[in-house]
C-alpha cells in the first residue's frame, strides 16, 4: 500500500500547481491542434496563396520535394511542421533550464510566445506566422513543468504514480481543449475558438505564476543516479526514446490524417445530430483518463502479488497495443464496404490510448530514475522530441494518404509501431537487465563498505 507521505506529495501544492499549468496548456495546445489542419484547409489555404503569408513559398517548396501536392497534402504538411518545431524547442528550453537554474521562467517565457501566436492566428493572413512563436512557445514550457514533477518523488514507483497522475490532469486539458474550441469554431467561426485557447492559457500563466515554488532535487534521486553505470544508463535511455519515438510517430496520426479520413469514411451520426471529428481528441482524453484509472489499479494489484512491471517493459506492451489499434483501422478498412461504424475506431482509440497510458509516465520516470541529475531536463526535453519526430513524420506520411488504398496505409503504421516493440524487446530489456545489476552490486559495495 502507499505510504501516506507518498500520497502527500501527490495532492501537495507543488504538485498541484505543476498539473493545473500543464492543464491549461494543454487546453490551448490540443484545442489548436484539433482544429489546425481543418483551418488550414478549410479558410487559411482556400483560394490564393498569396494573400498568406509565406503559404506560397511552403507550396513552392512542397512541390519541389513531392510534386504536386493539394490542399489536403499542404495543410499535412503545414501540420507536421508546425508541431515538429514545438517539440524541437522542448530539449533545448530543458537544457537551458538545467544550465541556468530557472525552469519558472522558462515556463514563463514559453507561455508569453504561446500567447503572442494565438493573437497572430486570429488573421488568416498572418496566421502561418502565428505558427511560429506559438509552436516555440509550446516547446520552452513543457519540458521545464514535466522536470519539476520528476523532482518530486523518491523511487520509480512513485515517480510512476505521480507521472500517471500528472497524465490525468494533461488529459483533462486534452478533452476540454478541443471539445470547447471545436464547438465554438462549429457555431461561431475560427477566432473564437483561438480567443478560448488564448484564455486558458492566460488562466494557466497567472495561477501558475502566483503559487509554488521550483522543487530541489531529492537525496534519493542523487544516491540512485550514482550507482548507475552511465553508459549502460545512456544506452537504456537511447533505446528507450527510439522505441517511444516510433509508437508516438503513429499515435500521432490521430489528429491528422485520422480527422480528415473520419469525415470522409465514418459514420459520424448519433440520431439526427452529426458528431464534429474535432470531437475524437476529446474521446481520445476521456478514454485516457478512464485507462489510466484501470491500468493503476491493476498494477497494485499485481504489486500486492509480488509482481512489478518495469517501465522498460511497460513501454514494450504500449508499443504492441498502439500497433494493435491501427490494425484494426486497416481490418475495418478493408472488409467493410461504405461508412464504418463508429465502433471501429472507437477500438482504435481504445487501443492507442492504453498505449499511451503505459509508454508516457514509464518514459518520464524511467528518465527522473536513470538520467544525471544535472542534466534531468535535458533528457526530459529529449522525450518529448517523440512530438518532434512523430509530427514529421505525420507530415510526411500524410503525403500518401491519397495515393495508397486506406487499409495500407494504416498497416503501415501498424508496422511502425510493431518496430518500437521490436527495439525493447531486442535491446531495451538486455540494457536494464544490465544497468539493474549495475545498480546491485554498487549498492552491496557500499554496504559492505559501511559494516
Not at 13 to 22: G, H, I, Q, T
Not at 26 to 37: C, D, E, P, T
Not at 92 to 104: E, K
Not at 392 to 399: E, K, M, P, Q
Amino acid at each position: 500500500m502507499e505510504s501516506g507521505a507518498a500520497t502527500d506529495k501527490l495532492l501537495s501544492p507543488r504538485f498541484l500547481v505543476l498539473a493545473a499549468m500543464e492543464f491549461w496548456e494543454r487546453f490551448a495546445m490540443s484545442g489548436m491542434k484539433s482544429l489546425l489542419v481543418l483551418i488550414l484547409v478549410d479558410h487559411v489555404l482556400a483560394g490564393d496563396l498569396s494573400r498568406i503569408l509565406g503559404a506560397a513559398a511552403v507550396r513552392d517548396a512542397s512541390t519541389a520535394l513531392f510534386g504536386p501536392v493539394s490542399t489536403t497534402g499542404l495543410a499535412s504538411q503545414l501540420y507536421g511542421y508546425a508541431n515538429a518545431l514545438i517539440y524541437l524547442s522542448i530539449p533545448l528550453g530543458g537544457l537551458v533550464g538545467d544550465l541556468v537554474g530557472g525552469r519558472r521562467r522558462m515556463v514563463a517565457s514559453g507561455g508569453a510566445l504561446m500567447l503572442l501566436g494565438l493573437m497572430l492566428m486570429l488573421s488568416n493572413q498572418s496566421f502561418l506566422i502565428g505558427l511560429v512563436p506559438f509552436a516555440i512557445g509550446t516547446g520552452l514550457l513543457k519540458g521545464n513543468l514535466s522536470a519539476q514533477v520528476g523532482l518530486l518523488f523518491e523511487d520509480e514507483a512513485q515517480r510512476r504514480r505521480g507521472y500517471a497522475l500528472y497524465l490525468g490532469f494533461l488529459n483533462a486539458g486534452i478533452i476540454c481543449g478541443p471539445l470547447v474550441c471545436g464547438t465554438l469554431a462549429a457555431l461561431a467561426g475560427p477566432a473564437y475558438a483561438i480567443g478560448a485557447a488564448a484564455l486558458a492559457l492566460l488562466v494557466g500563466l497567472v495561477f501558475y505564476a502566483r503559487n509554488g515554488t521550483e522543487p530541489a532535487r531529492s537525496k534519493a534521486h542523487a544516491a540512485t543516479s550514482a550507482n548507475t553505470s552511465p553508459l549502460a544508463a545512456t544506452a537504456l535511455l537511447i533505446v528507450a526514446l527510439a522505441a517511444i519515438y516510433l509508437c508516438y510517430s503513429a499515435y500521432e496520426q490521430l489528429s491528422n490524417i485520422f480527422l480528415v479520413w473520419s469525415r470522409a469514411h465514418l459514420d459520424l451520426r448519433l440520431g439526427n445530430w452529426a458528431m464534429p471529428v474535432a470531437w475524437f481528441l476529446s474521446l481520445d482524453g476521456a478514454f485516457t483518463l478512464v485507462l489510466i484509472a484501470v491500468s493503476q489499479l491493476a498494477m497494485r494489484a499485481l504489486e500486492r502479488r509480488g509482481i512489478t512491471i518495469s517501465a522498460a517493459t511497460q513501454i514494450l506492451i504500449g508499443c504492441l497495443f498502439c500497433a494493435a489499434g491501427y490494425l484494426v483501422l486497416a481490418l475495418g478498412t478493408t472488409l467493410t464496404s461504405g461508412a464504418l461504424p463508429l465502433a471501429w475506431a472507437l477500438a482504435y482509440l481504445l487501443l492507442i490510448d492504453m498505449a499511451i497510458v503505459l509508454i508516457w509516465p514509464s518514459g518520464l520516470s524511467l528518465i527522473a530514475g536513470i538520467a544525471p541529475g544535472r542534466l534531468v531536463g535535458l533528457w526530459m526535453g529529449l522525450f518529448y522530441l517523440h512530438g518532434f519526430f512523430a509530427s514529421l513524420w505525420v507530415g510526411f506520411s500524410g503525403v500518401f494518404y491519397e495515393r495508397m488504398p486506406a487499409g495500407q496505409f494504416w498497416l503501415l503504421h501498424a508496422g511502425v509501431a510493431a518496430a518500437g516493440a521490436l527495439l525493447m524487446l531486442a535491446a531495451g530489456l538486455p540494457l536494464l537487465r544490465a544497468v539493474r545489476a549495475r545498480q546491485a552490486i554498487t549498492t552491496s559495495a557500499c554496504a559492505k563498505a559501511l559494516a
